[in-house]
């Protein structure tokens, strides 16, 4: 059903100083722009996947509700969307397992600078039925421009997107038995808890639970996300030359793996970087 992440949603309250800050980030260009629906919004494309930026545009209501949404919870992860090869399909399988998707709606876009166009079909599930994490799902046979890059040591993909759980089990059977991803890994640890790796595509929805943090009815929540880098010691030297904060390389939880933190200039997304393992993914 699901072939990969097609994207995922930052909500920010300043489009402009977003993107600028993701384009220092990536080293990359924003690969499309577009108005529309109460939102403007950015998008980079990376080697695997898309992060959109949306920012509120206007007075409709489609607009007011992401105000809403911005005056509630802050900047931040907003939602994933997965992609799909046949959205019919997919609709009748998300309502057969009580998903409650909506109806199969056809979207359009053209970009502010190229003039290009690309339309697309999507639904989205019902979020009290995927424990609170906002998803859609979306068919579309073209695929995007890929973000120019700007200099050397830029973002080339995304390695792992994170959600965090108080239910572990129901976490499990939404995402590997309800949405049909490969359980990867399985691992729990006293200090750092129970860890579930689902792949999607090129990539992981990595599903976390600490014990005792909430109580087990607490909706699932994005927590962050991790990028791919083919060399950390240049991308932290070109960060801080940039002005970003971010911390010390340090050896990942996965061997043969370099990761670092970066502390701002995300809208408010925790951000990991990993240098894989001999160029393999993290």
């Known amino acids: 059903m699901i072939t990969g992440l097609d994207h995922v949603v930052v909500l920010t309250s300043d489009i402009a100083a977003a993107s600028a800050a993701y384009e220092t980030l990536f080293a990359r260009t924003p690969s499309w722009r577009y108005s529309g629906g109460g939102a403007d919004r950015t998008l980079f494309t990376l080697d695997n996947t898309t992060l959109e930026l949306v920012a509120p545009h206007g007075d409709d209501d489609a607009a007011q509700r992401i105000r809403s949404a911005l005056a509630t919870q802050g900047e931040g992860l907003a939602s994933l969307c997965f992609r799909t090869s046949d959205i019919a399909k997919t609709h009748r399988r998300l309502d057969r397992l009580t998903l409650k998707p909506e109806p199969v709606a056809e979207v359009e876009s053209r970009d502010d600078s190229s003039g290009a166009t690309l339309s697309w079909k999507r639904t989205r599930a019902a979020t009290d039925a995927t424990r609170g994490v906002r998803m859609f799902f979306l068919e579309r046979e073209q695929e995007r421009p890929l973000s120019v890059r700007t200099t050397t040591a830029s973002i080339t993909a995304m390695d792992h997107v994170v959600v965090s759980t108080a239910d572990p089990e129901r976490a499990a059977a939404l995402y590997g038995a309800r949405l049909g991803l490969d359980m990867a890994l399985d691992r729990s640890h006293p200090e750092w808890g129970r860890l579930m790796f689902f792949r999607c595509g090129d990539l ?48 990942g939880r996965k061997p043969g793996t370099r990761v670092m933190t970066v502390r701002n200039g995300t809208c408010g997304v925790p951000t990991l970087l990993v240098q894989p393992s001999q160029g393999k993914p993290g």
């Open 204 to 251: 992981v929805v990595e599903v976390t639970h600490r014990p005792g943090k909430s109580e087990t009815d607490a909706p699932d929540r994005l927590r962050g996300i991790c990028w791919r880098v083919a060399d950390i010691d240049a991308t932290r030297a070109r960060l801080i030359a940039a002005g970003v904060d971010v911390s010390e390389a340090r050896t």
